[in-house]
């Protein structure tokens, strides 16, 4: 079974109130995001401190771990984490600081966690968060090797007592191989680098049957472990959704009032004189036609090349009439000189088009580019234009 399905039916298990993955995000400029679900990888590495009866120095040990989960929606996660590395324990001796004694042991561990992002449930997905706090839950298996020198400390006590192991609360001292349960809970902080990347740092508390650490206590053992890492997530946490550039609205069309053609007065004669015949030109209705672009873009979309045609079409019809072409980029993006650039370019492909497909002569187009300086529209994203009028 992949691994996928795996992580998906145990989030069906430990999460079933788990909110809808969709989430859409809009970022000061005005482009929207939305959330991707994905698989994310942590590795890292730290200290333990395991319960006992010594100094707290003495009982400190390295450790690791290392996970992989799957995101199912901005608040929830499920993670498979294996750790493991060293655990200590200390033995006060019935309080007789002569009798102290500190050991170790190895062990490693692996289960599953449940996570739910606090800062997301608080404030809301927002894939450009810097900081983000998340809290764990969750449990697995424990296996617990090479415990040879608590074995050697209960010998010499028992040698050198000659008192029952009993005695000396090492009762539950095993040997070999020992697999028990646990349970973990924790807090996880990540600092965001880049949609994929982010540095983490991780303090877990595990707890255990009475016979992890040999001693018996008549109390669960408790281990703790401070992790600092990386989480890589695999193909990015979210993407930029480009509805607003393909629907772009319809242009809309500029009316110029015609001024109204002076019709002389017929003369108190019998015979009144013709009125001036007005030519068809100078009837002629201008038409506005603005092509849209996408971001960072100049080429000339299909349903965009209708409108260069409709222009084209106007002007083979009426041989005298004029074009003239303006290209703009949105202020929203890149900077003044790109837009100058991009505008120009804009406004070029046009130019080209009407000379290519539709043989219009060059003297009859007048063209300019206004980068991002000016911006006919309120909406950032329409800034990503030329604007043809001909007449």
């Known amino acids: 079974m992949r691994l996928r399905t795996i992580l998906t039916l145990c989030a069906l298990v430990l999460l079933p109130a788990a909110v809808p993955a969709q989430a859409l995000y809009e970022d000061a400029d005005g482009n929207e995001y939305e959330f991707r679900r994905h698989f994310y990888v942590e590795a890292g590495g730290g200290m333990q401190y395991t319960l006992g009866e010594t100094k707290f120095s003495k009982l400190l040990s390295p450790n690791v771990q290392a996970a992989v989960g799957y995101q199912l929606s901005p608040l929830f996660s499920v993670r498979l984490q294996g750790g493991g590395w060293q655990s200590k324990g200390g033995w006060n001796g019935f309080g007789n600081p002569s ?60 040698v050198g007592l000659a008192a029952p192991l009993s005695d000396y609360q090492l009762e539950y001292n095993w040997t070999g191989k020992k697999v028990r349960p646990f349970g973990r809970a924790g807090l996880q902080a990540a600092f965001r680098i880049n949609d994929w990347l982010a540095f983490t740092i991780e303090g877990n508390a ?33 993407y930029r959704t480009e509805a607003a550039e393909v629907e772009a609205p319809a242009p809309v069309p500029v009316v110029i009032e015609k001024r109204p053609v ?19 030109e100078s009837r002629l209705e201008p038409i506005r036609r ?36 303006i290209g703009y980029a949105d202020a929203g993006t890149g900077n003044e000189a790109i837009n100058e650039q991009l505008a120009r370019a804009r406004a070029d492909a046009v130019v080209n088009a009407l000379k290519h497909d539709y043989n219009i002569d060059g003297e009859r187009i007048l063209y300019d580019y206004k980068g991002s300086r000016v911006q006919p529209f309120l909406e950032n994203d329409l800034n990503r234009v030329a604007i043809c009028v001909a007449e």
């Not at 968060?129 to 010998?155: C, H, K, T, Y």
């Not at 040999?214 to 600092?228: C, H, M, V």
């Not at 002076?262 to 068809?280: H, I, Y």
Request: aromatic share 12%; proline share 7%.
């Open 99 to 158: 009798l102290t004694k500190e050991y170790k042991f190895k062990y490693v561990a692996g289960g599953l966690d449940a996570v739910l992002n606090l800062s997301n449930l608080i404030w809301g997905w927002n894939p450009d968060r810097l900081f983000n706090l998340s809290a764990f839950i969750g449990g697995g298996a424990n296996v617990a090797f090479d415990n040879g020198e608590v074995n050697l400390i209960a010998q010499e006590l028992a």
């Open 290 to 325: 603005d092509v849209f672009f996408e971001i960072n873009s100049s080429a000339i979309r299909s349903y965009e090349a209708t409108k260069i045609r409709e222009i084209g079409e106007y002007l083979t019809r009426h041989p005298k009439a004029r074009v003239s072409i």
């Open 262 to 280: 002076d019709t002389p007065q017929p003369q108190p004669q019998p015979q009144p004189k013709p009125a001036v015949t007005v030519s068809e």
């Open 206 to 238: 595990n707890v255990l049957p009475d016979q992890y650490n040999s001693k018996k206590a008549g109390n669960p053992d408790w281990y703790f472990n401070g992790l600092a890492g990386l989480r890589f997530n695999i193909g990015g946490t979210s």
